[in-house]
């Protein structure tokens, strides 16, 4: 029996992140407001040519995938590299500290903003109702956020971790690591979160953190 973080996009978009999604029991996807995540829900040619439909023209999706998934007729393959997926199980919070605060709607230009400037991944439109977000901010200005992205039964992936150029070095990316894997934790969920085998520096702090790698998994960028 495979394990539920072996296809966390299909396994989110089929139970706590369902309303979230567009297609059918053959493959789904994020509303491409919030995320360009999807999954067919097998290899079979069905559910591949339902995958392909879901392809925004002009458009892309991201799979993310224990086993490399075949390229369905009619798409493109746009990308295909390693991630490893790292786990945090029986993790312990620590106290918050006591500068970080839940973010609201009314920060979502200035989410942006720190996303678009240090790209820690995919930000859209609505990337920032995905979770209740946390953050620090220094003299007004937001210096750092995260979030969750992926929501499959039973865990919560951390996501969007950045700190601005301004503020870097002070510990705010672990702090806020900390805060929202704690916060997983407390709902009796399990923190989970992908990283790059290249962001050796990301990958050791996460370690530090109580993540361990649980699995090298395989990206898959499609277009049409």
């Keep these: 029996m495979s394990h539920p973080l072996d296809r966390p996009i299909w396994n989110a978009l089929a139970t706590h992140q369902s309303e979230l999604a567009l297609g059918d029991v053959r493959a789904r996807a994020f509303d491409s407001r ?15 040519a339902a995958l392909r439909d879901l392809i925004p023209p002009g458009g ?5 995938e224990a086993q490399a998934p075949p390229i369905p007729p009619g798409a493109t393959l746009v990308e295909r590299a390693p991630v490893n997926q790292m786990i945090a199980e029986g993790f312990a919070a620590a106290k918050p500290r006591a500068d970080i605060e839940l973010l609201t709607e009314a920060d979502a230009p200035a989410m942006t903003d720190l996303a678009m400037l240090t790209r820690p991944g995919p ?7 995905l979770s209740p977000f946390l953050g620090v901010r220094i003299d007004g200005r937001l210096a750092a ?8 039964a039973g865990y919560s992936e951390v996501s969007a971790v950045c ?13 806020l690591t900390v805060a929202v894997a704690g916060r997983i934790a407390a709902r009796g969920e399990t923190p989970f979160l992908h990283a790059y085998p290249s ?4 990958i050791r702090l996460y370690e530090r953190l109580g993540f361990r790698l649980r699995q090298t998994m395989t990206l898959t960028v499609l277009g049409r």
Excluded: I, K
């Design 145 to 152: 956020m995260a979030g969750e992205r992926l929501h499959p």
């Design 199 to 202: 962001n050796v520096g990301a």
């Design 34 to 48: 919030y995320a360009y995540f999807a999954a067919g829900a097998d290899d079979s040619d069905e559910s591949q």
């Design 123 to 129: 930000w859209l439109e609505w990337t920032h109702r």
């Design 163 to 175: 700190t601005h150029p301004d503020f870097q070095g002070r510990g705010l990316g672990a702090a």
């Design 60 to 64: 892309e999706v991201c799979l993310v």
